[in-house]
T-cell receptor
Framework: RKEVEQDPGPFNVPEGATVAFNCTYS??????FFWYRQDCRKEPKLLMS???SGNEDGRFTAQLNRASQYISLLIRDSKLSDSATYLC?????????FGQGTTLQVKP | EAQVTQNPRYLITVTGKKLTVTCSQN?????MSWYRQDPGLGLRQIYY???????DKGDVPEGYKVSRKEKRNFPLILESPSPNQTSLYFC???????????FGPGTRLTVT
C-alpha cells in the first residue's frame, strides 16, 4: 500500500463546477499536510497547508481528518486556470511524502 | 528574486557517461533535496541535505551521489547513468522540512 494515495483522475469538470479531491495517508504519525499544484510537468508549487481545524483560501478549502487519515481539497467555482495536477503531501518525521497527484481538467 | 535554479534543463546522454545536474538557491535555506518524478509514481526523494556537509539518503538513492560544500549549492551526480534513470528531476529547498518547499524548474534527463 502506498503511504499517500490519491485518485489520479482525470477529473473533467465544466467551468463553475465544484470539485473535491481526497487523499489518504497510512502513517498515523504524520505531522504536516499540504496541497501542491503542478502545471504540465513544471515544478510543484505550494497551494495551501492543511490545518486540523480546516482552512480556506478564496475558492479553495482544505480539510484534515486525522481519525480517518484523509485530507481533502474542495475547489468552488472552477476556472479554466485551475486545470493542473494537485499533489497531496504529508510529512512523517520530517520527511516529505508525495501522492502521485490528481489531474483536473476544467472545460469551457 | 527568490529562486531555485537547475542546470541543465534538458539532457540526453548515453549509458555510463558521468553527468552532474547543478542546483542553486538564493534564499539561504539550510534544507535542500533532490526528487525524481516518474509517471504513476509521484515525486520520490533521492537525497537530502540538512546543512553544509550533511547529506542523507532518501527513498531512491541508488545510482546517485550528492555533495553540499556550500549552503547555496547541491549538485546531483550520476557516476554511471543507466536508462532506468531517465526521469524528470527536481531540486528543492526550504527553511525547514515542515515548511513550504521551493522547487527548481526541473531537469528532464534521457539516458539511452
Amino acid at each position: 500500500r502506498k503511504e499517500v494515495e490519491q485518485d489520479p483522475g482525470p477529473f473533467n469538470v465544466p467551468e463553475g463546477a465544484t470539485v473535491a479531491f481526497n487523499c489518504t495517508y497510512s502513517n498515523s504519525a504524520s505531522q504536516s499536510f499540504f496541497w501542491y499544484r503542478q502545471d504540465c510537468r513544471k515544478e510543484p508549487k505550494l497551494l495551501m497547508s492543511v490545518y486540523s481545524s480546516g482552512n480556506e483560501d478564496g475558492r479553495f478549502t482544505a480539510q484534515l481528518n486525522r481519525a480517518s487519515q484523509y485530507i481533502s481539497l474542495l475547489i468552488r467555482d472552477s476556472k479554466l486556470s485551475d486545470s493542473a495536477t494537485y499533489l497531496c503531501v504529508v510529512t512523517v518525521t520530517g520527511k516529505l511524502i508525495f501522492g502521485q497527484g490528481t489531474t483536473l481538467q476544467v472545460k469551457p | 528574486e527568490a529562486q531555485v535554479t537547475q542546470n541543465p534543463r534538458y539532457l540526453i546522454t548515453v549509458t555510463g557517461k558521468k553527468l552532474t545536474v547543478t542546483c542553486s538557491q538564493n534564499m539561504n535555506h539550510e534544507y535542500m533535496s533532490w526528487y525524481r518524478q516518474d509517471p504513476g509514481l509521484g515525486l520520490r526523494q533521492i537525497y537530502y541535505s540538512m546543512n553544509v556537509e550533511v547529506t542523507d539518503k532518501g527513498d531512491v538513492p541508488e545510482g546517485y551521489k550528492v555533495s553540499r560544500k556550500e549552503k547555496r549549492n547541491f549538485p546531483l551526480i550520476l557516476e554511471s547513468p543507466s536508462p532506468n534513470q531517465t526521469s524528470l528531476y527536481f531540486c528543492a529547498s526550504t527553511i525547514d522540512r515542515t515548511y513550504e518547499q521551493y522547487f527548481g524548474p526541473g531537469t528532464r534527463l534521457t539516458v539511452t
